[in-house]
Nanobody
Framework: QVQPVESGGGLVQAGGSLRLSCVVS????????MGWFRQAPGKEREFVAA????????KYGGSMKGRFTISGDNAKNTVYLNMNKVEPEDTAVYYCATRGRTFLQYDYWGQGTQVTVSS
């Protein structure tokens, strides 16, 4: 059974950094995307970043580009999200997803990890 599991969330001050990790148990999907999304209270889920395992091609949501970096470790079946210069607006539950045929559509989702940015 495929199950992404996120970790690394927590409380961070504005301007600081945080690294989220997502380990995927079960099968690996080398020709698919792995991605990060977030959802703040009262808002719709928002695309954050994605990486195509086979090529390393990355994509980012508009407000995250330049501040967030997605990377992956194939040997560990793990994807990371490095978050720099975080802002209070980055406060949300961050979800990892795998087996994405496109960078926006995925078959398997994690339970999420809370990130709270204090001003």
């Amino acid at each position: 059974q495929v199950q992404p599991v996120e970790s690394g969330g927590g409380l961070v001050q504005a301007g600081g950094s945080l690294r989220l990790s997502c380990v995927v148990s079960g099968r690996t999907f080398s020709n698919y995307y792995m991605g990060w999304f977030r959802q703040a209270p009262g808002k719709e889920r928002e695309f954050v970043a994605a990486i195509l395992w086979s090529s390393g091609i990355t994509k980012y949501g508009g407000s995250m580009k330049g501040r967030f970096t997605i990377s992956g470790d194939n040997a560990k079946n793990t994807v990371y999200l490095n978050m720099n210069k975080v802002e209070p607006e980055d406060t949300a539950v961050y979800y990892c997803a795998t087996r994405g045929r496109t960078f926006l559509q995925y078959d398997y989702w994690g339970q999420g990890t809370q990130v709270t940015v204090s001003s």
